[in-house]
């Protein structure tokens, strides 16, 4: 499970693997974001049971930034278009 936690002295989110902070490979920092966003989606499997189909049209979720939350939605559209992120007030940010 990967977890985001708030470090309110740096105001970026640090990212951990279960309990395990992860670290750069190269650079052994640790793995620190500004935002984070929580797409939730629909995900199943294709015919082979193996491989994953991720449904990433449209959806609700989440954005983070300095400690705080806010709902938003989402919608992709192409795997070539980018994410259009909108508030609960249906305007885009």
């Known amino acids: 499970t990967t977890v985001f936690k ?3 002295e740096t105001g970026r989110y640090t ?3 279960g ?3 992860r670290k750069d490979y190269k650079t ?7 935002n984070v966003f929580v797409l939730n989606t629909n ?3 294709y015919p082979d049971n193996y491989c ?3 449904d990433l049209s449209s959806g609700s979720g989440y954005y983070f930034v300095n400690g705080t939350y806010q709902k938003i939605n989402w919608s992709k559209g192409s795997t070539s278009s980018s994410f259009t992120f909108t508030n609960d007030f249906s305007l885009p940010f």
Do not use: L
């Open 52 to 54: 994953k189909k991720v």
């Open 28 to 34: 052994g920092e640790s793995v620190t974001v500004k």
């Open 43 to 45: 995900i199943s499997f």
């Open 19 to 21: 309990n395990t902070e």
């Open 15 to 17: 990212r951990f693997s």
């Open 6 to 8: 708030y470090n309110a």
